[in-house]
Every structure is written in structure tokens, then in C-alpha cells.
């Protein structure tokens, strides 16, 4: 019967299977056992395999009963993690909120003591039913054993009732926001004691280990475990100047390797930790308590200090506002203002996401706080440690999900390519021991010789150079990094996705007009608010905001600043005169002097007219709106302002207080490419101060009265248009997600070159089911705008993406928004492939959807960047292959790429280096695996003559030619153009392998030609190896073969360290030219001039200057090796002749890319889109016709 599996967070990213093991006797025996029969190899090959031990010696069991677990995550890497039991005081209570499946608590907080739920995460364990408590007869204490798993920092804790492990929440799941109003009031003692067995410390530690602990784990690496090995084959076959060299080389490298570990994690460690500060707490009995942040646990409720603090935990603000900044995490250095959590219908649960506005985060500054008289500002925690929401920044930042490239799974294989050579040299190598009647110890030697040689140690280092060096230069150039492998996978970017506001346009915006709701429509248009009549539409703009001061000078939302300075109002907060008002108001706001309100407008206003916001509703992506409630000095009831996107403003508004022109004035607007921002008001009659304290927004914010429009104006950046066309011309498909209106988006999108100036815009328009009706599509088309005819719009169409179909049919683009993207989404997931591919605006896009489509564009085989600067950009930033947070702080955890450069200019640069580094390391990965190879047909070749290469000939050869350019040729700089075609993703193509094997051809046939030639000679002597002795290594043979293969060395990194398209000019690289070239030379004296006391130290055979001729025959060997070499790199293997020719000897008929097959079923479709018809789920054409519009 086979045993249940583990499943954990399922249907996520992070979804785990776990098999049970419990603890062996005999497997714990035999791996002793083992472990003393192999030497200790066992252990060593554990540790770097655990799982193979927990397979081997460990018995299969229930998820009930196991001591550990294999976990497999869906990238199918293995995890082992142990089950802890922890003792528990019978005494304490458990957690006075739900756990996840459990019920709710009582009313009074307390909890049931009966067997409840919650109770059961202090479960009784041991015993065969596992129920039993552990009871100790002398002191006859009854105890409890707490069970959980511990992974990546996430804590599963084990459920009796589901007989399952559960990942543990705090406060952010499955509890109802009246919930914190009415039930949490802050943890006693006990509970506080209880909680934090159960959620551990406060704290978000990035270990930090010592230099010991780095070096050991360093040198159980199996790349240094490789080395020291390779060191003691070296030495006992006394090769102990080299030996020597490469364990110094090698201490050298590990030196610098643990430098760079730990100040990498110092970094890190720096980045986020969280200091030791005292923190006010308040109970239920509103006794207050000072501990240390560290000890804070979920439902605790703590005081927010008057100037500010850095939060240590995510808390859900109860009262008061806070002014933050969110930089650290989301890269917006706007500082955002935090509200109290409003009360909400029953029923409504707790989404951190959904209500952001009332959460304060770990790792935000809060700047200032606002509250009401003696109050004081109270939060009740509700995440703490690696729950929180930097917490898991950081989470995924310390174990990043695998990235599925192609060079990195090649280059696994092309090693086990190298593995399989090796093989066949041994056998050979046995051979000719054999035959020449060598020791068995020679034959192992020489034997375990041909691996070292053959799979080069440092391998798996020649493959970081580039990126090491391309992240120094983008660093330069003000581009911080976090995730280093990264940079290699921008280098087959082919898609990048944009933010509109701020990335694309200006952060600030302009009013560029405003637009009453009047009684003949919206036709006047005024451009000084000073001309506007007293009423509600000037009101609305100096309250609905979330402006505060901060030293004197107003802060808040780019927005809403220039509204409000656009009123010239004044504002003014808590501690100023508010005095004439019967409650005291948080923030008032005054208009000018000489512009009062008549008396016939406001009958018994006495001046000076003021309005105190009382309430703020915050702006909500999601929502698409934000609200206020107000008092007017004078009036006896309460109004509400509101502003947000036109479309949602209006469905909440009265119908007949909207304009019969609306539409048409809305769509004028936005076709020219300005942001349209509605406002409308409602009065509150019958509102008390204490009830708008409680209301939800969604109880006022209906039946409002359309009051007008605000014509922002948003210009492009200068930067952006170049840089958009740039993209284009290089085939980087460019495509705007925008949380903006459609049109305006559109607008932008043609203004940039995302959109073709002739190129036809159809918008999907996508509608769920309805009463009798499945999901259904309209497809419909946007006029396309007049463009004169001398204007040239070549470089639209030259762009593959844009024109998927090749042809004038094909050359559209589709538009999305929120609405109809979440629709597809659901109900059109067969259609989800051809809109991506076509897709040029998202608009109205929440934080989530973005990083769906992301992932869409991911399944399409397109490598994916996104480029933004706000809160809302952090989903997609994550999810994309290149995220670049556009932010001035030098390094956040928002996105793997920061850029200090507050525009897009930044994108080309970071895809330039990631090319450049991407060629690096092919060019460093086929250097080490040619230069192994070369070696190798050395030591054959020697071997068959009964000879080898010296000690210093090796070590001249691996220490002063191959680490010296191996490590210098990655320093070349990006090149400074970027063209249309991207550099190669795969080691294993056939182009690559194809040259691969030419240039191993080449260069044996080479070595073996002048081997030959050398025995024609008449002066040549043939080496004749002693039977049973060691070969000897001065020889006519070695000499030959040693001088040539420096010359083969020097060549092959010459050709490597091509230049253009990708790099600069190799000459540019002044280290490596210099290098080449007195490496170059000193080959040449060793070949024709070489001083005595070289000959001496490098074995060789002196060849007399007599023999001039035959020097000069093999310069031109090595000359024709260098020219072979070099056509195949340069005009063989990179040709379009040669590709064409390679998809013919493979019959490749479809490409690999989905994305390209999707375009080639476009072409055959020219009828689709159905403009005009309508798309039903079902896959049927609805027969209702729509006119294009």
C-alpha cells in the first residue's frame, strides 16, 4: 500500500511533495558500515546528496509518523528537512486567533479549553496513536509536543484534524477585518510566551558565517574536492612545482571567493537587519509594556512613536495616520500616507494586498504620525519575521526559483561530452601503458592523469566572468544588481515590458485644464481654477488628496500636488489653529484671501470658509479611486469628494447627473494622450463625526453626482522615444502596461513607437457570462490617426513582433485592459497565446495581473524585462527574467536590477552588458573546454611516442597562457550599439557543435602533422621509454609538441574574444590585447631564439638555429592553425548560409519559440481578429455584427 504524500502550498510557485522517512536502526548501521568500507566517500557524497543517504537508510513511512522528509518542488530539486518536536508547558493557551482550518475565537478572546483547534498545534505525540500527552511520573507534569518543519524560512506546522502539515500564517489570512476592531486587543503574558514558541523571534537573519565555515564548505565543494585530489595525483607523480602552484592558485581563489561570499551577505545582512529597539505594547486591559522588538508576535498591538520609527514587523494601522516611506521595498520614494483600517461589512475578510493603504510594512519609515488630541497612533501586528512582506523579498532573493536557461543545462551536459572523451583516452592510456609494460601504479597514475587534464577544475569558474565583470560596469554606470545570474539571461531578452507613468512619461504631471460638469455639458474648459465658479468641483480638488507637510513643505502623490497648488488653497495640519470646529479635524484647508464665498452661493457661511477632511478613503489600484469625508466650516452635515479613473467614477455616480456627452469628451481627451482624472461629491446629511469614523467606503461611495473632469497632462520623457525605437530597430519587442485609461495609453503608445504610426489599434473587449449569455469578445477597431505623407514610419514595420504576420493583413496590434484581460484570463485561455503575441497596451492593470501577463509573454518562450518605478511594478518586476526598478536608492529588493538612471535609457545598457557578458561566457566555456581538449591530444599524442609533458611545461601552459587569458579576455566592454540579432543560447546547437568539432579536427590535425614532420627529420631521435619506468619528459617529441600547443592555446583565446556585435573591438581590452601579444612573443623565442636558461627550466630539447627551416614550418602550422581557427569562429559558423544550411541537415520545419509558431497559424488565419463580430466562449462566432468603430 503506498504510503500519502506530503503536499505543500499547492497550486503555487512554492507547491512541495514530500515523501515520510522515519529512523532506521539497521540503515543507521549500515551507513557506518559504509562509510568505513569507502573511506569516508560516503559521507562526502552525502553531503552533497542527502537525499540518496535518506533513500538508502531510512524507512518509507506515513506523513503522520515521519522524522523527516524528502521534499521536491515542481523545478524538481530535493530537499531534506527533519521534523521538530518541541515541549510545550501544558499551562500556557494557545494562540488567541484561528490557525489555518481552525474555527474563530470566542467573543472574550479566550480561548475554548476544550479540545479546540487551536489547541491541537500543541498536539500530544509519541505514542502509537500519537494522541497521548507525555506525562513525567516523577514531578507528574503533563506536557505538550509542538510539531512543525522548517523550510526556506517558512514554518509548516502539523494539524491533528488534517493529519497534514500546514504552512503557518499570522493575521493576513482567513480573518475578517471587524475582527481587529472588535476581538484583537493586544496578548498578555501567556499568550505573548505561547506565540512565540509557535512564530519564533521577530527577526529576518541573513546568516553571516564565519571565514572557518565558508572554508570548509568551500573546500567540500565537489569542483575543490576535484582539486585536491588533482594536487595529490600531482604530487605523488612528482609534478611538485606545479602541484605547489595550483594549491597556492587555488588558496588564492578560495580567499577570494569567501571574500566576495561574505561580503555579499554582509550586504545583504546590512540590507535588512532589524535592530534591537524597545517597542510599546498594549493589552486588553490596556496595560501598556515596553519589550524589545524581537519578542513581537502576531496580535500584539503596538504604539507607533509621534516622530517616526522603522517598522519591524507588518502591522495593520487602528488608529491615527502615519506618513511612510516605501522605498526599500517597492523603489517609490514618494512618500505614501497610511489611514486607520475602516470598518467594513461583516462578513469582508482581510487582504494585506487589498488594503496596503492601512498596512504599515517591515522595512518602511515611518516619517510622521497624525492623531487626535492625547491619542496615540496603535497598529495590532499581524506578520512578523519572514511572514513579512520583506521577509519574503527576502526570501526570494536568498533562494531564488531555478532560471530554465538553455546555456545552463547545456553546459552540464557538454561537461559530461568532455566526461565521455575522457573514457576513451583512459582506455587508450591503458592500451599504451600496456604495450610499453608500465607499473600498474604508473598506469593508474597516468590513467587518473587523463581526467584531470581532459574535465578542467576550473570550468565552472570560467563561466562567472563575464557577469562579474559586467556587473562592476553596470554598476559604474549606475545600475545595481542582486541576482548576478541574472545578467547572462538579459542577453536573450526579446520583450520588454513598460510602466506608463513615471517610466515612460514624466513623474510629475501638469494640469493642463479642468472641466466643470455644467448644465450644457462638459464643453467649458478652464485653464486657471481662479475662473472657476465657488461650488463642489473646486472643493474637490483641495481636499480629495493625501497631501501632508513635512518640514514646512507639502509631500505626497505627484498628482496631487499639482491639483492642489493649482486652487492655491492652503492646508494645515494638527497643531495649528483648528479651534473654530466642534470636533478637532485632522488636516483644514483654506482658500485664498479675496476669494471667500458670496453669500448667495453659501447662505449663513460666516468667513473665513475652511473644510476639514475628516476621513480619508486612500487611493486603491484596485478600486481605481480615492475619497474624503469633509465638514465645512458652518454647514451641519458632512460631504464626500471623490476622484479616481472616469469609468469607475461614473458607474458610481448618479446617471442622470452625467453628461449626454461624456463619452465623446472622455474619448477626445484621452486620444491626445491626457491622463482624464473624475470628480464627484455627495452630501452625508445624517452623518456623525463617530460614524464616519466607522462607515466603509463602500456604504458612501454610491448615488454620487458627476462633478467634472481634471486634464492632466503627461509628457514623455525625452529619453524614451529614441530609446523605443532603439528597442525596435534591435527586434526587442516593446509592450506598455499601464494602470491608466486605454486611450490614453494608446496615445502614449503612438507618441513613443510602441504602436506604428500606421498601425491599426483593435481593442478586445472582453465581458463575463451573464443571464443566458457565455463570456464573450468584441473585437473592435480605432480609427487610425491622419499621419502626412512625407512622414516616414519604416522603422515600425521593420520590427518582426509588431508585424507577427509578415504581411499588410498582419500589421495590427491589439489593446487590453484589466477588465477583459482578467476575462480572457478565465474564459479564453485558447486565445491567450495570439493577443499576447499581438498585444502592444495593457491598461488598467492591477499589481497582479501584471505579473500574470508576464508570465503569459514567459510561456510564449519569450525572455522577458520590465521596467517601472512604483509599488505596483514589484509583482511583475519579480516575476520577469530582467526587472529594473527605476529608484534612487542604490539597492532594493523590489526587482533583481535598481537603477539610479530615472529613465528607461538604463534598458539598452543592461541588455548590452547582458549580451556582452552572455559571449563571455560561451567564449570562456569554449576556451577551458578547447583547451582541455588540446592537452589532451598532447598527452596521447606523447603518450604513443613514450614521453610526456614536463612539470613546468604544465604549469607554463595552466598557469601562464590559460589563466591569464582566461581570466582577462571576459574584461572587454559591451559593445556600444545593440543589434537586431541576439547571441546564442545553447552550447549543444548544432552551429556550435558543429564548430566545436571543426576546430578539435583542426587542431589535432595540426599537433599530429608536425609530430610527423618532426620525425622525418634527420637529426630527430626517437624516444625509447624504459619498460616499467616512467616516461621521460625531455624530449625531441615534448619540445615539438609543447611549442606548438602554446601557440594553440593563444590562438583559440584570440578567436574567442571576437568583438562586434556584442563586444568592443579586441584591442579595446588593453590587459588581454597585451597579454596575447607578449605571450605571442615569448612563443616565438621559445620557438626560434630560446634563452639557455628557459630551455633549462621548461625540459626542453635544444633545437639548433641550424635547423631554421624546419622552425619556419612550424610557424606556418601554427599560422595556418590560427587562420583555420579563426574562418571557422568568424565565417563558417556564424554565417546565415551556414544556419540555413544547418536547419536543412536537421529538416527543421517549426521553430523552437512558441511565439514564432503562433505568427506562422496567424498567417495561415488571415480573418482573425473577427473585427465587427462577437466571440463567445464556446469557440463560436456570435452571429451579431458590430460596426468598426
Known sequence: MPHKKLLLNFGTDDQLVGTGYRLSSVGTIMSYVLAIVTAALSILVFYWKPNWKVRLFYSKCSVQDADLFILEDKYHQNFVVWVIKQQVDSELEGPHFHWPNSQPVQPNGKLNRSRSKSNEFFSSDVSDDRQALISDTEDNVTAKIFRYLDHHNVRYIWTPSNSNYERLHGLDTGVKCMDFHEKFEGNDESQRAALEVVYGKNEIDVEVKSYGKLFVEEVLNPFYIFQIASIGLWMSDNYYYYAATIAFISLISIAISLYETKKQAITLHDMVKTPVEPTNTVSKDNVKKTITNYELVPGDVIEIPANGCMMLCDAVLMSGNCIVNEAMLTGESVPVTKTPLPHTRAEEKFCPNEYKRHVLFCGTQVLQTRYYGNATVKATVIRTGFQTAKGELIRSIMYPKPMDFKFYQESIRFILVLAAIALVGMSFTIYIMTKYHQSMSVVIKRVLDIVTIVVPPALPAAMTVGMVYAQRRLKTAGIFCISPPRINLCGKLKLFCFDKTGTLTEDGLDLWGMVPALSEGLHQVYHDSGQLPRGPFISAMATCHSLTRMGGELNGDPLDLKMFEATHWTLEEPGEDTSRFDTIMPTVVRPPEGREPTVEMFPGIESPYEIGIVKQFTFSSSLQRMSVITRTLGKDFMELYAKGAPEKITSLCLPQTIPSDFAEVLKGYTMQGFRVIALAHKPLHDLSWIQAQRVTRDQVEVDMTFTGLLIMQNSLKPETTPIIKLLNEANIRTVMVTGDNILTAVSVARECSIIGRRQRVIQVQASPP??????????????????????????????????????????????????????????????????????????????????????????????????????????????????????????????????????????????????????????????????????????????????????????????????????????????????????????????????????????????????????????????????????????YETTVVFIVSSFQYITLAVNYSTGPPYRKRIWTNKPFFISAILLTLLSLLLLFYPPTFLENFLTMVHIGIEHYGFKIILLLAVTTHFLGSFIIEVFVSETETFQTLSRYVRRKRLPNNKYKRVAIDMRKDPTWPPIGDVTCAENVTCRETRVAS
Not at 873 to 884: F, Q, V, Y
Not at 889 to 908: L, R
Not at 926 to 933: A, D
Open 770 to 1035: 451573464a443571464a443566458n449569455r457565455p463570456a464573450q469578445i468584441e473585437w473592435v477597431s480605432h480609427e487610425v490617426p491622419h499621419v502626412e505623407s512625407e512622414t516616414t514610419d519604416h522603422e515600425f514595420h521593420d520590427n518582426p513582433y509588431q508585424d507577427a504576420g509578415g504581411d499588410a493583413a498582419q500589421d495590427f496590434c491589439l489593446t487590453v485592459d484589466g477588465k477583459s484581460f482578467a476575462v480572457l484570463m478565465d474564459h479564453f485561455s485558447s486565445l491567450m497565446p495570439r493577443i499576447c503575441l499581438k498585444g502592444a497596451v495593457f491598461a488598467r492593470m492591477g499589481p497582479e495581473q501584471k505579473a500574470q501577463l508576464v508570465e503569459q509573454l514567459q510561456a510564449l518562450g519569450y525572455g522577458v524585462g520590465m521596467c517601472g518605478d512604483g509599488a505596483n511594478d514589484c509583482s511583475a518586476l519579480k516575476a520577469a527574467h530582467a526587472g529594473i526598478s527605476l529608484s534612487e536608492a542604490e539597492a532594493s529588493v523590489a526587482s533583481p536590477f535598481t537603477s539610479k538612471i530615472p529613465n528607461i535609457s538604463c534598458v539598452p545598457t543592461v541588455i548590452r552588458e547582458g549580451r556582452a557578458a552572455l559571449t563571455t561566457s560561451f567564449g570562456c566555456f569554449k576556451y577551458m573546454g578547447l583547451y582541455s581538449l588540446i592537452q589532451f591530444v598532447s598527452v596521447i599524442l606523447l603518450y604513443w611516442a613514450g614521453s610526456n609533458l614536463g612539470d613546468t611545461q604544465f604549469l607554463y601552459i595552466d598557469l601562464l597562457i590559460t589563466t591569464t587569458v582566461a581570466i582577462l579576455m571576459g574584461h572587454t566592454h559591451a559593445y556600444h550599439k545593440l543589434v537586431a540579432q541576439r547571441p546564442r543560447g545553447g552550447l549543444l546547437s548544432f552551429s556550435s557543435m558543429f564548430a566545436l568539432f571543426a576546430q578539435i579536427i583542426l587542431m589535432t590535425a595540426v599537433q599530429v602533422a608536425t609530430y610527423l614532420y618532426l620525425q622525418k627529420q634527420y637529426w630527430f631521435v626517437k624516444n625509447v621509454p624504459k619498460p616499467g619506468g616512467d616516461f621521460d619528459t625531455v624530449t
